[in-house]
C-alpha cells in the first residue's frame, strides 16, 4: 500500500510505502495536497470515551476494546487507560479488564502500549485530590503496587503519586527499578519533596497546573517548582478549560516544546452530545455545547471532554507553536517517555519505522484539525468518509 501526502516534519510532500507492520520507501513527489503525514498520535492518559468509562464498576474486555476504536476515529494510534483512585478491588477489576482486552485483540494490545494508574497515593486535599474520592486516597504501597500488576499481568507502565508520602522515596525506586515510569501529580509537596521524588526517579509532572489548590502561595510553589525542575517533563491538558490561554503558552514556554507532551485526561462523556449525563464515578455532570463539562449545578470542572485533535489544535490556537512542534508532542515524546521510540520505533516517520501513522488536515480558517486516516500497525482502522 503507499500512502500520499505531506510529512509534517519537514514539509515536504511524499509518497509513502507500508510494507506489513512497518514503513518501506519513502519518495519524494510533487503533489497539491493538504493532508498532512504524522507519526501515530499516543495520549498517556485517557479514562474513557465516547461512553466508555475504564474506571466504571461495569468495564469490560469488550468496552476497552471499544473504546481503543473510537480512539482510532480520532487519530489516536495508542494510549494509556488510566485507572484511577478507588478501593483496591475496583482498581484491580479495571486492570484485569484491560489485560483481558489485550490477551483477546493483539491490535488493542498494539494499541495500549501500558496502563496508567493515577493514585491512590495522592493529597488528600481539596484541590490536589481533583475528582478522585477522598475515602480511597492512601500512602503509596509497594505490596498493593505488585497486586496490581498481577492483576494487570504486568501491563502497567506509568504511575501518578503525590510525593509527600514518606514512604515515597522508596516506592519510585522500586516502581524505577522495574522499568515504570514515575509521575508527579495531584500533589500538595513542597519544593524539597518534589526534590527529593525527582532524585528518586520521577520524571513526569502529570497535567501541570490542574489538580491544584484553588489559592496558592504565589511562589514558592509546587506548579513552580515542577515548571523550573529540568528533568522532569510535563503533560498539560490544552481542552480550553483546565488551563486559559495565556497559563498555556507560558507554562510551555516555560517547560520546552521538547519536554512537554499533550494529554486529552479525557472522562468517559468525551465525544457524547451536550446534556447531563450520570456517571458511575463523577456523580451528575452537565456537558455545556462549549466542551466544558462541569459537575450538575456547580462551575467545577468534571473533567475533560476533548480528545487529542482539540488539544492540539487548541496549542497551536494559543501559543507560537508550529504544526511539527505541536505534532512532536502528542507522537514522538509520549513515545519516548514510553521508551516506545527505541523498542518499536514509533513516534516517527522514517523507512524502517513502524506504521502507525496519523493523516489529517489542518483548517486554517477555524484552526480544527480534521483527521482523516489512522493506521495502526500498517491497517487502514480509522478512514474518514469523503
Ligand atoms: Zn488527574
Given at each position: ?7 509534517v516534519?519537514?514539509?515536504q510532500t511524499?509518497?509513502l510505502?507500508?510494507n ?5 520507501n ?7 495536497t ?12 485517557v479514562?474513557?470515551y465516547?461512553?466508555y468509562?475504564v ?21 489516536v494510534?495508542a494510549?494509556?487507560p488510566?485507572?484511577?483512585t478507588a478501593s483496591?478491588e ?8 484491560i ?11 498494539h494499541?495500549i ?6 493514585g491512590p497515593?495522592?493529597?488528600r ?10 475515602s ?11 497486586r ?11 504511575v501518578?503519586l503525590a510525593?509527600?508520602y514518606?514512604q ?20 500538595a ?35 513552580w ?12 491538558i490544552?481542552?480550553?478549560h483546565h ?13 520546552g ?6 494529554i ?5 462523556v ?26 450538575y ?5 468534571a ?12 496549542v497551536l490556537?494559543?501559543?507560537d ?5 505541536g505534532?512532536?508532542?502528542?507522537s ?18 522514517v ?5 502507525d ?10 484552526g480544527d ?5 489512522t493506521?495502526?500497525?500498517?491497517e ?7
Amino acid at each position: 500500500m503507499w500512502i500520499e501526502g505531506r510529512l509534517v516534519e519537514n514539509n515536504q510532500t511524499v509518497r509513502l510505502q507500508v510494507n506489513g507492520a512497518t514503513i518501506g520507501n519513502i519518495e519524494a513527489v510533487n503533489l497539491d495536497t493538504s493532508v498532512w503525514i504524522a507519526p501515530g498520535w499516543i495520549d498517556i492518559q485517557v479514562n474513557g470515551y465516547g461512553g466508555y468509562d475504564v474506571n466504571a464498576p461495569g468495564v469490560t474486555p469488550e468496552s476497552i476494546i471499544a473504546l481503543t476504536r473510537l480512539l482510532w476515529q480520532r487519530g489516536v494510534t495508542a494510549f494509556c487507560p488510566t485507572v484511577i483512585t478507588a478501593s483496591e478491588e475496583a482498581i484491580c477489576h479495571s486492570l484485569e479488564a484491560i489485560a483481558l482486552a489485550c490477551e483477546r485483540d493483539q491490535r488493542v494490545a498494539h494499541a495500549i502500549p501500558c496502563i496508567h494508574v493515577e493514585g491512590p497515593a495522592i493529597s488528600r486535599e481539596d484541590g490536589p485530590r481533583g475528582a478522585h474520592p477522598r475515602s480511597h486516597v492512601r500512602a503509596p504501597d509497594i505490596a498493593e503496587y505488585r497486586r496490581w500488576q498481577v492483576a494487570a499481568k504486568g501491563r502497567i507502565g506509568l504511575v501518578t503519586l503525590a510525593p509527600e508520602y514518606p514512604q515515597a522515596r522508596e516506592y519510585i525506586q522500586a516502581l524505577n527499578a522495574e522499568n515504570v515510569v514515575v509521575a508527579i501529580g495531584h500533589t500538595a509537596a513542597s519544593s524539597e519533596q518534589i526534590q527529593e521524588a525527582v532524585n528518586a526517579g520521577a520524571r513526569l509532572a502529570t497535567h501541570l497546573g490542574n489538580g491544584a489548590h484553588a489559592q496558592l502561595k504565589r511562589h514558592p510553589n509546587y506548579i513552580w517548582e515542577q515548571l523550573a525542575e529540568d528533568r522532569l517533563l510535563a503533560s498539560f491538558i490544552c481542552d480550553g478549560h483546565h488551563l486559559a490561554p495565556a497559563v498555556m503558552k507560558a507554562m510551555l514556554r516555560a517547560k520546552g516544546i521538547g519536554s512537554s507532551i499533550l494529554i486529552s485526561d479525557a472522562v468517559a462523556v468525551a465525544g457524547l452530545a451536550p446534556g447531563l449525563y450520570e456517571t458511575p464515578v463523577g456523580g451528575k455532570v452537565e456537558l455545556l455545547a462549549n466542551g466544558r463539562l462541569n459537575l450538575y449545578g456547580t462551575p467545577l470542572l468534571a473533567g475533560s471532554v476533548s480528545s487529542l485533535p482539540e488539544c492540539l489544535a487548541n496549542v497551536l490556537r494559543y501559543t507560537d507553536t508550529t504544526l511539527s512542534e505541536g505534532v512532536r508532542m502528542v507522537s514522538t515524546h509520549p513515545g519516548q517517555l514510553l521508551q516506545l521510540d527505541a523498542r518499536e520505533k514509533r513516534g516517527s516517520v522514517v523507512s524502517g519505522s513502524a506504521a502507525d501513522l496519523t493523516l489529517f488536515r489542518f483548517d486554517a480558517a477555524t484552526g480544527d484539525i480534521i483527521i482523516e486516516t489512522t493506521l495502526v500497525q500498517g491497517e487502514v482502522v480509522y478512514q474518514r468518509l469523503a
